[in-house]
């Protein structure tokens, strides 16, 4: 489907996405924001709102969107979209203590019927509401009292507890389930974790906004030699550098926006967050990628969902992570994480693979956006 002709059959309908982490103006860029993008340039009208997010955005966590603390509780339209941050005075989270949890499990469903005339307006507006699959699934029941006739989706992204969500949310989403017309997964993996939506599950993998990777500017490498580029924090496992960089005392390594203490080294080179089309430099000129993913139950999805070894394999680029994230792909180099032999041998086999992959290509974001926004018109996304 051609943006025009989604333009012409979309015009003037109405999408909401939630999510519980992201907001759309933050420099950090995660798949939903290409959704939301892609979206608006097929003619939907689209709103995105950010919840969980309050004082103890402040203090418990770095959190992204700190710099919307002025903007937050009321509506700006950023490139076409409106953006709405729900700030709280407080919000439930997860401790990882059990009898904390107990307690706070109490307190999502009042967190979910806080009043908010902001979020309520643009839900009952919407034509289709988009929910991540976490925090989100808290407000399943509110959205459909508001808006009986939306069609509701599930992106699933990441599984709730692999990336530390409240149990609560799980159950939630498990109850609640009934309320959501389609679960599209980033990766047909999850797929058993799902399984208690059977005849609602869709696939909708990685996509590429071709503009973005365009004239894309020089290296910002300065000294030449080989690099090793790692970009993002979801899992990051610090102590793979730790190895890494002493043993390949000629190999540049740069992390950008681990949020992490790295052990300091001549060649480890860390950059905060930044936003993400300066990261796209890093990215295409370095010689080898890293993901270096913290070992987590169930976190073989990432093989699919993954967006940074997504680039890499864009940019033809061998990515060396743990073999739990290597998938089905030939240039991606394993180790096991926590093993400093394992490491070393998985960057020393990746480097003799510089200039000999071929790149990936990916289906444009608005393909993958109509294809979360409208799964059963496209037969080959049913999972079931």
């Known amino acids: 489907m051609t943006k025009m002709r989604a333009a012409t059959e979309t015009e003037g309908q109405r999408v909401v996405l939630i999510s ?36 103890l955005s402040r203090y418990a966590a770095k959190d992204s969107r700190l710099f919307l603390w002025d903007k937050a509780n009321r509506v700006e339209v950023v490139n076409g979209i409106s953006c709405l941050l729900w700030r709280t005075s407080l919000h439930p989270f997860h401790s990882n203590n059990r009898l904390a949890d107990a307690v706070l499990g109490r307190l999502f469903a009042a ?13 009952t507006g919407a034509d289709y509401l988009i929910i991540e699959a976490g925090i989100p699934a808290i407000y399943l029941r509110r959205l ?12 699933c992204t990441d599984r709730p507890d692999v990336v530390g969500t409240h149990p609560f949310v799980r159950q939630k989403l498990t109850e609640d389930q009934h309320l959501v017309d389609y679960f599209v997964l980033r990766s047909r ?16 993998g990685y996509g590429i906004n ?3 990777f365009e004239g894309i500017g020089p ?9 090793a580029v790692s970009v993002g924090s979801m899992l990051f496992d610090e102590s793979f550098f730790d190895v890494a960089a002493p043993a390949f005392r000629d190999l540049q390594f740069h992390v950008i926006g681990a949020d992490a203490e790295v052990e300091a080294a001549p060649n480890l080179h860390t950059h905060p967050e930044m936003p993400y089309a300066d990261t796209l430099p890093f990215v295409k000129h370095a010689s080898i990628g890293v993901a270096p993913y913290r070992p987590a139950p169930g976190g073989e999805y990432l093989a699919d969902s993954s967006l940074k070894l997504a680039q890499f394999e864009y940019f033809g680029m061998p990515a060396v992570c743990p073999h739990f994230a290597v998938g089905r792909s030939s240039t991606r180099v394993g180790y096991e994480p926590g093993d400093p032999q394992s490491i070393r041998d998985a960057v020393e086999t990746a480097l003799t693979l510089v200039g000999k992959v071929e790149p990936r290509d990916f289906p444009d974001w608005s393909e993958v956006a109509m294809r979360i926004l409208q799964p059963t018109a496209y037969p080959d996304t049913a999972l079931d």
């Open 210 to 212: 071709r503009g973005e």
């Open 20 to 55: 519980g982490h992201h907001d759309y103006r933050t420099a950090k860029r995660a798949s939903i924001h290409q959704v939301a993008d892609a979206l608006t340039g097929c003619g939907f009208d689209v709103s995105f709102i950010s919840t969980r997010f309050s004082w």
């Open 219 to 227: 290296s910002p490498y300065r000294n030449g030699g080989k690099t």
């Open 189 to 204: 993996a999850m797929a058993d974790y799902f399984s208690f939506v059977p005849g609602r599950l869709y696939y909708a």
């Open 144 to 155: 459909r009292r508001l808006n009986p006739t939306a069609k509701i989706i599930c992106y």
């Open 111 to 123: 967190y979910a019927n806080l009043p908010n005339a902001h979020f309520d307006r643009l839900v």
